[in-house]
């Protein structure tokens, strides 16, 4: 059976920076598709970002991009979220997910998902 575990979260002001890390456990075969969703309370969770092994093509949410940067390390099965300039409506749970292709909502994004991981940004 395969986990992922998210590692970095935690509560920083905002402009700050935060790296978010996931690596999975378990099997060894990689997944295809690597990337993170996140969760407000009370609101849907959402894409944010996700990264193809294969080739290293990569999508963003439009809320996002150009701040926040995904790279994956296909052989170690892990990846990474560096978030820059982070705003408080960045404040959510972040899931890692991993699947064999990608989808930018979380019912269609058929694989794994993480815990959670918290983070809180600051005014």
């Known amino acids: 059976q395969v986990h992922l575990v998210e590692s970095g979260g935690g509560l920083v002001q905002a402009g700050d920076s935060l790296k978010l890390s996931c690596a999975k456990s378990?099997?060894?075969?990689?997944?295809?598709?690597m990337g993170w969703f996140r969760e407000v309370p009370g609101k849907e969770r959402v894409f944010v970002a996700a990264?193809?092994?294969?080739?290293?093509?990569?999508w963003y949410s439009n809320s996002v991009k150009g701040r926040f940067t995904i790279s994956m390390d296909g052989a170690k099965g892990t990846v990474s979220l560096q978030m820059t300039s982070l705003r408080p409506d960045d404040t959510a749970a972040y899931y890692c997910v991993a699947g064999p292709q990608f989808a930018d909502t979380p019912n269609e994004f058929i694989g794994e998902w993480g815990q959670g991981t918290q983070v809180t940004v600051s005014s």
């Open positions: 990264i193809r092994a294969s080739d290293g093509t990569t």
């Open positions: 378990g099997e060894t075969f990689s997944w295809g598709v």
